[in-house]
């Protein structure tokens, strides 16, 4: 069984530097994995994923140069260095994945599996 526990996410004024983590389990073959976000009453959107067999990255073109997704294979755990925060980055972050082989593009809103969702707030 696929989980992806999820962990970072807090209050943090304009600015400001956040971290999330996604820790998954459960793979048996390579997979892509990435931040989702949904903010009240707005699209939900590809942030960012990585994509485990061959390093491809994707980024939202609005982080592109304050946020860095990186891995660590040894953990199974990818990470979302989150710098320059701004209030509208305020939402709720979701971890998901999918395995390579499912056909499914880099950051897909068609991923099979979903974390619970980390809410980041930026205050201005």
């Known amino acids: 069984e696929v989980q992806l526990v999820e962990s970072g996410g807090g209050l943090v004024q304009a600015g400001g530097s956040l971290r999330l983590s996604c820790t998954a389990s459960?793979?048996?073959?390579?997979?892509?994995i990435g931040w989702f976000r949904q903010a009240p009453g707005k699209e939900h959107e590809a942030v960012s994923c990585?994509?485990?067999?061959?390093?491809?990255?994707y980024y939202l073109m609005s982080v592109k140069d304050r946020f860095t997704i990186s891995s660590d294979n040894a953990k199974n755990t990818v990470y979302l260095q989150m710098n320059g925060l701004k209030p509208e980055d305020t939402a709720v972050y979701y971890c998901a994945a999918d395995y390579v082989h499912s056909g499914r593009g880099l950051c897909s809103r068609y991923y099979e599996y979903w974390g619970q969702g980390t809410q980041v707030t930026v205050s201005s």
């Open positions: 459960g793979f048996t073959d390579d997979y892509s």
């Open positions: 990585f994509s485990i067999n061959d390093g491809r990255t």
